[in-house]
């Protein structure tokens, strides 16, 4: 049997990994700026990470979730803590698409509403509802298709309120990311994650805050969202979550009562996904994961804005975007093959940098001489040899 051949890969294989380095099959050793998108946030085999999952792996490693299973709460307990969220509740599941597949379905049946807005460049994960609210054509089989989604410009604030005004009544939730991270890194403006806060209390919608890729501490603050000084009604998670191992979950506010059985998962919370994500959240405390992205982000955007041929700079924190000029548009093909880094792209011309949060100085500074020399090579070579 072979693989169903769904990614273009990468001719890397990757054998071992620590920290913010990976190794492959020959020995090689790479800097790893991508975190395997957005997933590894305390460092790869983190060894207090290996430690907790190993400890839970001894004692239980799954039972069904109709009994009790202490972690569970003591995940939520500790997150409640760490997010400042404390009065939300916790509902654990195994992937970003369903933690908002869950928020879209529990929204609707909140408040019995149909209609969904979502933005341009919006990526929210494969599932049916999560792939109807992903602005792209691509991923959306026809059997995805609904007429309960309305894109709207991002960032865009007359059209949200032209939206409500005309539809406020049907909108059941507003789904967005504070950062968008597969549309290329574009930072949600304060004033308009504002104004969803706003319109969704006037109009009885429920405000989603995909923090899938762009929450766990990756901006600086537990959530991006929380730049704008307002709460979301549900916060979705995943990726930094485990940092490797599958946990996802969403945080909902009191405001949303739980009723038997309008969710369930049969993985969702087991013991050792919750050791893992319990292992995240206190070495993100311990090692003061969340001050180390900003120190480290901003190094990294304010050394990458001096560099030639490097255009719009932008993020928060660890999650971190910028274009390239056409001339540069192999250097993150040459940062693999020439420097040994691993960076993320989001085309056309957008490097994404989506580091493990313990990154360190000297591997930030490895990172931009490395940029430096590709720039200088790539700003030397004649056009017609890069189409070669
Ligand atoms: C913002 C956002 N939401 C949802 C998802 C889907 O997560 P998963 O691949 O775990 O289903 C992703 C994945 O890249 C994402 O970036």
Redesign the pocket.
């Known amino acids: 049997m072979n693989l169903f051949d769904v990614y273009p890969l990468q001719d890397v294989t990757i054998v071992k990994a620590k920290g913010s380095y990976v190794w492959d099959d020959k020995g090689e050793q790479y800097l790893d700026l991508y975190g395997g998108?957005?997933v590894i946030s305390i460092g790869h085999t983190h060894p207090h990470w290996v430690q907790r999952v190993e400890d839970q792996l001894e004692k239980l490693a799954f039972y069904s979730n109709s009994v009790k299973l202490p972690i569970q709460q003591e995940l939520a307990t500790k997150l409640g803590k760490i997010s400042g969220k404390e009065d939300y509740q916790l509902f654990l599941c195994?992937?970003?698409?369903?933690?908002?597949e869950n928020a879209l379905k529990l929204a609707s049946f909140h408040n019995g509403r149909k209609k969904i807005i979502a933005f341009s460049k919006?990526?929210?994960?494969?599932?049916s509802l999560?792939v109807a609210v992903t602005d792209n054509k691509a991923y959306t089989a026809p059997v995805n298709e609904t007429d309960n989604v309305t894109f709207l410009p991002f960032n865009d604030e007359a059209a949200l309120e032209a939206e409500f005004k005309k539809h406020g009544a049907e909108i059941s939730s507003v789904i967005i990311?504070g950062i968008?991270?597969?549309g290329g890194i574009n930072v949600a403006s304060d004033a308009f994650l504002k104004l969803i806060r706003a319109l969704c209390d006037k109009h009885g919608a429920v405000y989603i805050a995909?923090?899938?890729?762009?929450g766990y501490g990756r901006s600086g603050k537990f959530f991006s969202h929380d730049f704008a000084g307002v709460n979301a009604d549900i916060y979705?998670m995943?990726?930094g979550m485990g940092n490797g191992f599958?946990v996802?979950g969403l945080i909902i506010t009191p405001a949303i009562a739980a009723k038997y059985f309008q969710l369930g998962t049969t993985f969702g919370g087991n013991p050792l996904a919750c050791a893992a994500a319990l292992a995240v959240l206190e070495t993100i405390e311990e090692e003061k994961l969340m001050g180390n992205a900003v120190m480290i982000g901003k190094y990294l955007r304010d050394e990458l804005a001096k560099i030639p041929g490097i255009k719009n700079v932008r993020g928060r924190g660890l999650m971190i975007g910028f274009d390239v000029s056409e001339k540069l548009k192999d250097l993150r093909k040459n940062l693999l093959t020439e420097q040994k880094i691993f960076t993320g792209e989001a085309k056309p011309n957008v490097i994404r940098l989506l580091p493990s949060l313990g990154l360190k100085k000297r591997d930030a500074e490895s990172l931009i001489e490395a940029i430096q020399e590709e720039v200088a090579r790539l700003e030397e070579t004649p056009a017609a040899a890069q189409e070669a």
């Open positions: 998108h957005a195994n992937s970003g698409a369903e933690a908002n919006a990526f929210h994960g494969r599932t999560a990311e968008q991270g597969v995909d923090s899938v890729q762009c979705t995943a990726k599958p996802a």
